[in-house]
C-alpha cells in the first residue's frame, strides 16, 4: 500500500526502521543479496513502518541471532506501546511470548488451551499441557495420592490440599521450593546434586522411581550446609487430573 509520504519523510523512515532492524548497512543490496535472516528483518520493517491498526507478526524473531532477537523484542514493544497498534504475535517460544504480550494464548494442535496474561496462565495453568509448556526449567512432575486432605509422594506428605482423594499428577514449579530447618525433603549434600547459578541454586534430588526433581533456591540458603532440606511453597502444590490432566486445585 502507497503510505503517500514525501521522499525525504520516506528516507527517514527507511533509515529509522533498517537501524531498528538491524540491517542499515545492507540499504544498497538487492533483496535476492540478502541472507534469510536479513530478509526476515526487512518484512519486520516493513510491517512496523505501516503502523497499521492490526499487525500481524508470525514467528518474526525467528531468523535472527539472540542479540538483535531481544534487541527487536523489545522495540517491538516499544512501538506497539507507542502507537497503540493491536499485535497478534505468533511464536513457539515460550519466552518471547510471556515477555512480550499483554495477554497470552497457548494452543496445542490448533486448540485453544488457555487464554490470559502471561503470569496467570503461568502461576495457574489449566492443565498439564499449559504447565510444561511454560518455565525453564519446567515444572516438576511426579506420581501423588491424595488422602485426609494431604498430597502424598512416595509414602511422604509433602502438601495439604482440600482434593477429594485419589490418585493425582503433581506439579511443582522449581521456583516454588524453600530451605528450611527441617522439611520435607532432607538430605546429605554429597548425596544430592548442587549447582550454583549465581544468585540462585539448582537442587537436583530423586523422589519416587528415581524421578529427578529440579528445585531452585537463594544461594545463600545452601551455602555452607552438609545438610539441605526443603519444602514446597505453601499453595504453591499443582495438581492435575490424571486422565484428563486438567488442574484440579
Not at 535472527?64 to 497503540?84: F, M, N, P, S, V
Amino acid at each position: 500500500e502507497n503510505m503517500k509520504v514525501s521522499h525525504k519523510e520516506a528516507l527517514r523512515l527507511t533509515t529509522e526502521m533498517a537501524e531498528l532492524v538491524g540491517i542499515a548497512d545492507q540499504l544498497d543490496k538487492k533483496p535476492v543479496q540478502l541472507s534469510g535472516g536479513q530478509q526476515q528483518r526487512v518484512a519486520i520493517a516493513r510491517a512496523l513502518v505501516k503502523k497499521p491498526d492490526v499487525l500481524l507478526l508470525d514467528e518474526p524473531l525467528s531468523n535472527l541471532d539472540a542479540r538483535l532477537r531481544l534487541q527487536t523484542r523489545e522495540e517491538i514493544k516499544r512501538i506497539q506501546r507507542e502507537t497503540g497498534i493491536t499485535t497478534i504475535f505468533v511464536t513457539h517460544d515460550q519466552e518471547e511470548a510471556m515477555s512480550i504480550s499483554d495477554e497470552m494464548i497457548v494452543l496445542d494442535l490448533g486448540r485453544l488451551q488457555q487464554m490470559d496474561t502471561p503470569q496467570e496462565i503461568y502461576d495457574q495453568p489449566d492443565n498439564l499441557f499449559v504447565a510444561k509448556f511454560l518455565g525453564s526449567p519446567p515444572i516438576n512432575v511426579v506420581d501423588a495420592v491424595v488422602k485426609d486432605k494431604k498430597i502424598i509422594v512416595d509414602g511422604i506428605e509433602v502438601a495439604s490440599t482440600n482434593a477429594k482423594d485419589g490418585e493425582y499428577t503433581l506439579g511443582v514449579r522449581p521456583e516454588d521450593f524453600r530451605v528450611v530447618e527441617k522439611g520435607t525433603f532432607t538430605f546429605k549434600r554429597e548425596d544430592i546434586e548442587v549447582e550454583v547459578i549465581g544468585r540462585d541454586t539448582m537442587v537436583r534430588f530423586s523422589v519416587g522411581d528415581n524421578k529427578m526433581v529440579r528445585a531452585v533456591v537463594d544461594s545463600e540458603s545452601v551455602r555452607d550446609k552438609d545438610v539441605i532440606s526443603i519444602n514446597i511453597k505453601q499453595g504453591k502444590a499443582l495438581l492435575f487430573d490424571k486422565e484428563s490432566g486438567s488442574v484440579v486445585i
